[in-house]
């Protein structure tokens, strides 16, 4: 499978926000990430924690561990990255999310419409952790959307900076602006090598897990070189940092 991004990927990135692969990360790397993964969700996991987990990351101390950052640096996702931004910082960290069933008991809150690193519920409002572009591996099989599956927005990174642009000033407390937070989403379903590339700016949702077992993904988020000198001007244009997508998106 080829590890650089097609010019009718691009055409739909410009367009809706997303590309998935299917099945583009090798199982070897998938199992090995996975089995770590699984071992701390069974041995080391502390439910009186699950809520600051869902609010930052599960596994914290593997969000580091080479088997884990493979998933990203080791399967070719570093080279559909630099199809859309070519200018990034190296990424050094993983986000492990898992949504936990129903059934084991566990107080999880679902997650609303937001965009990550904008009006975060645990942060100041006044504080943005944002960056360019979400690499979301699948580890688990998500069979529908009642699976604690990812629901995005498409094409709502358009609307979002349009939102950005004309409404929205830092400190305001929405997250995203009310016609888009009725939407339900488009749910991510998928197979344990699947990867989802989104722009930062698409909004998404987590909700419950009424299946029996948990879903699981590894997320990596990837920043322009400049993003940190950029940060206002990045939600307010959506193409600042995507280069190689700009002749396509004017």
């Not at 502390?46 to 599960?58: G, M, P």
């Not at 200018?87 to 999310?97: A, D, G, R």
């Amino acid at each position: 499978m080829s590890a650089a991004i097609t010019p009718q990927e691009m055409t739909q990135f410009v367009r809706e926000g997303i590309v998935i692969r299917r099945n583009f990360v090798a199982s070897e790397l998938i199992n090995r990430a996975r089995r770590m993964i699984d071992g701390w969700y069974h041995g080391k996991m502390q439910s009186d924690l699950i809520e600051s987990y869902t609010q930052r990351t599960f596994a914290p101390e593997l969000g580091t561990h080479p088997d884990v950052l493979a998933l990203f640096h080791r399967s070719g996702i570093s080279d559909l990255v630099a199809s859309l931004v070519a200018e990034t910082q190296p990424v050094s960290t993983t986000q492990i999310q898992i949504r936990i069933p129903d059934i084991h008991g566990a107080t999880q809150s679902p997650k609303a419409m937001h965009v990550d690193g904008v009006a975060c519920p645990h942060l100041d409002p006044a504080e943005l952790r944002t960056f360019t572009l979400l690499v979301g591996v699948v580890l688990s099989e998500i069979t529908d959307r009642d699976s604690g599956a990812l629901r995005y927005v498409p094409g709502g990174h358009l609307r979002m900076a349009e939102w950005f642009r004309t409404e929205w000033s830092v400190g305001m407390t929405d997250q995203v602006p009310p016609n888009i937070d009725d939407e339900e989403g488009t749910p991510l379903l998928g197979q344990p090598g699947d990867v989802l590339l989104m722009h930062h700016l698409v909004p998404h949702a987590v909700g419950r897990n009424t299946s029996t077992t948990p879903r699981v993904m590894a997320y990596f988020r990837v920043a322009h070189a400049r993003h940190a000198h950029q940060r206002l001007e990045a939600l307010r244009d959506p193409w600042l940092e995507y280069t190689p997508l700009q002749p396509l998106a004017t």
